[in-house]
């Protein structure tokens, strides 16, 4: 019933940047739609678990991210598109992995369990 699709992932050299967008359709049981959510990013690499990259409010008021972003990365939302974005910026070979877009009705978390709606995840490759 609700949907999440990631998009803009790729290959890129260290140092370089890439925007991943989540484009969010359709709506819960009792009628909330993308407004509602609390949304993140998380990312996996093979034989990793999930680890939390960035959340944002509802609202786009408030934002959180995980210590290794170190100011890198920035969230953000579009209401009116029901989209949210990260822009990435000076890529490291460690932040390769998939990157997945999740939906929470809870609130903002780093804990994967939070979020009740996720994507199908965006391979993001950087070479040395």
């Known amino acids: 019933q609700v949907q999440l699709a990631e998009s803009g992932g790729g290959s890129v050299q260290a140092g370089g940047s890439l925007r991943l967008s989540c484009a969010v359709s359709?709506?819960?049981?009792?009628?909330?739609?993308?407004?509602?959510?609390?949304m993140a990013w998380f990312r996996q690499a093979p034989g990793n678990e999930r680890e939390f990259v960035a959340a944002i409010g509802g609202r786009g008021g408030s934002t959180y991210y995980a210590d290794f972003v170190k100011g890198r990365f920035t969230i953000s939302r579009d209401n009116a598109k029901n989209t949210v974005n990260l822009q990435m910026r000076t890529l490291e070979p460690e932040d390769t992995a998939v990157y997945y877009c999740?939906?929470?009705?809870?609130?903002?978390?780093?804990?994967?369990?939070?979020?009740?709606?996720w994507g199908q995840g965006t391979q993001v490759t950087v070479s040395t």
């Open positions: 999740a939906a929470s009705l809870i609130g903002p978390a780093v804990a994967a369990g939070t979020y009740g709606y």
């Open positions: 359709g709506r819960t049981r009792s009628g909330r739609t993308f407004s509602s959510f609390d």
